[in-house]
Nanobody, 126 residues
Framework: QKQLAESGGGLVQPGGSLRLSCAAS????????IGWFRQAPGKEREGFSC????????YYVDDVKGRFTIARDSAKNTVYLQMNSLKPEDTGLYYC???????????????????WGQGTQVTVSS
């Protein structure tokens, strides 16, 4: 069965760090561009970071630039999202998506990425 699965979410205090994982099973994640998305309470899901096949290109929205970093571990068929200096407004359900197209992986639609994970909750609160 081909699927993506996020993990690593949890409750963290403001200023803290978390590392999310996006693990693939049944297919090779290195063959895909990866996008990270989050959905804050009462808001629509939005993309904030993505990385191309081969890791030549990465993108971060201004709000997370310098705080979040995407990294691949091809041996583990996993992509990580290191999140530092977390803020309460980073709270939300975090998803990863995989698609051969960098544009689709970043946008999350038009068309929908080949794979979506089920999401992992991140809560930043004191």
């Amino acid at each position: 069965q081909k699927q993506l699965a996020e993990s690593g979410g949890g409750l963290v205090q403001p200023g803290g760090s978390l590392r999310l994982s996006c693990a693939a099973s049944g297919f090779t994640l290195a063959d895909y561009a990866i996008g990270w998305f989050r959905q804050a309470p009462g808001k629509e899901r939005e993309g904030f970071s993505c990385i191309s096949i081969g890791d030549k290109t990465s993108y971060y929205v201004d709000d997370v630039k310098g705080r979040f970093t995407i990294a691949r571990d091809s041996a583990k068929n996993t992509v990580y999202l290191q999140m530092n200096s977390l803020k309460p407004e980073d709270t939300g359900l975090y998803y990863c998506a995989a698609d051969p197209s960098f544009a689709v992986a970043c946008a999350g639609d038009r068309p929908p990425p080949d794979y979506w994970g089920q999401g992992t909750q991140v809560t930043v609160s004191s």
